[in-house]
């Protein structure tokens, strides 16, 4: 299995930007579709993002569309989720997440098996 750890988590007001990273070791990134999800307190854990192993396919949701950016560099091992004009509501721990199932429903949650530790990202109003 690839090991992630992400980094890049923290503290910003509404409207603000970060960039959360998530590093691969173990296994060549390049193999996997990645996704990034998140977890707010008393709620389930939702997929915001996703990226296809070739890198070609993107998938994000409602909630995010046109705040959040997926990338991918596979030289580097590393997967990233840009996340700008923050909300509150956006304040949860995230997590990166990789499978190597290459269906074309690569966004599809349960396919999803290597999990990181998880970053806290908090958005004050």
């Known amino acids: 299995q690839v090991q992630l750890v992400e980094s890049g988590g923290g503290l910003v007001q509404a409207g603000g930007s970060l960039r959360l990273s998530c590093a691969a070791s173990?296994?060549?990134?390049?193999?996997?579709?990645m996704g990034w999800f998140r977890q707010a307190p008393g709620k389930e854990r939702e997929l915001v993002a996703a990226?296809?192993?070739?890198?070609?396919?993107?998938y994000y949701a409602d909630s995010v569309k046109g705040r959040f950016t997926i990338s991918r560099d596979n030289a580097k091992n590393t997967v990233y989720l840009q996340m700008n004009s923050l909300k509150p509501e956006d304040t949860a721990v995230y997590y990166c997440?990789?499978?190597?199932?290459?269906?074309?429903?690569?966004?599809?949650?349960?396919?999803?098996?290597?999990w990181g530790q998880g970053t806290q990202v908090t958005v004050s109003s």
């Open positions: 997440a990789a499978h190597n199932d290459y269906r074309d429903s690569y966004f599809y949650p349960n396919l999803f098996r290597s």
């Open positions: 173990g296994r060549i990134l390049s193999a996997y579709s």
């Open positions: 990226i296809r192993w070739t890198g070609a396919s993107t």
